[in-house]
């Protein structure tokens, strides 16, 4: 399209997977450099696309007996968070990406996730799938903790956001606003959006409101 231009361009072997990529994310470090994360069925990959027509792949980690090509990413301050498919919550800390290191924490996820959303100025991030899962890294961003959850639609995807103390309504304000693309049946079923309100972080209903 116009004002867009083709960089560059690495295949998905370099990037650690043998088929085809999945999602892609991005994280600017501390001094200003920039990197994408990317996922493939056997892997997640940094790369650093600072210099856009000569992109680096900086680290490669091995997502291990998966069998599913989704794996999506979301970040919240230096931490990485993958989900998928095929198993639990993979973290990682980028606080040294710039040197070329990303450490893998662990896999802190309970069964899988179709799908991940982060608010980054809440520290919370949401597992998308059977249910709507909440969880605030904000104290251990290691150790997501659930704190809500809305269990009653298929969630495919969604966007958490803070409602601002300038909006219109007031009793929403500083609250955790949800709209969920989501539908019964494994989301087939009355598709479309719901709008949730989920209460102020640090009071949220465990069942979802």
Not at 74 to 101: N, P, Q, R
Not at 106 to 132: K, M, Q, T, Y
Not at 149 to 159: G, M
Request: glycine share 16%; proline share 5%; with cysteine.
């Amino acid at each position: 399209g116009a004002g867009v231009v083709f960089q560059a361009q690495i295949p998905v072997n370099v990037l650690g997977g043998t088929g085809n990529g999945s999602d892609l994310w991005h994280h600017v470090s501390d001094s200003g450099r920039e990197y994408g994360i990317v996922t493939t069925r056997e892997s997640v990959a940094w790369v650093e696309v600072t210099t856009p027509d000569e992109p680096v792949v900086v680290h490669v980690h091995d997502r291990g007996d998966t069998s599913s090509l989704w794996g999506d990413v979301k970040t919240i301050g230096h931490h990485a968070y993958v989900d998928g498919e095929g198993g639990g919550t993979l973290v990682f800390d980028m606080s040294s990406i710039d040197s070329g290191v990303v450490e893998y924490l662990g896999d802190v996820g309970v069964g899988s996730a179709h799908n991940l959303v982060a608010c980054p100025e809440a520290g919370i991030l949401a597992r998308c799938g059977s249910g709507f899962r909440l969880y605030s890294v904000a104290e251990d961003p290691a150790v997501p903790i659930q704190i809500g959850s809305r269990p009653d639609r298929y969630v495919h995807d969604a966007v958490l956001v803070i409602y601002p103390e300038t909006a219109p309504d007031a009793e929403h304000h500083g609250h955790l606003i949800g709209f969920l693309n989501d539908g019964f049946n494994n989301g087939g079923t009355d598709t479309g959006i719901s709008v949730v309100d989920f209460g102020v972080p640090g009071e949220i209903d465990p069942g979802g409101t």
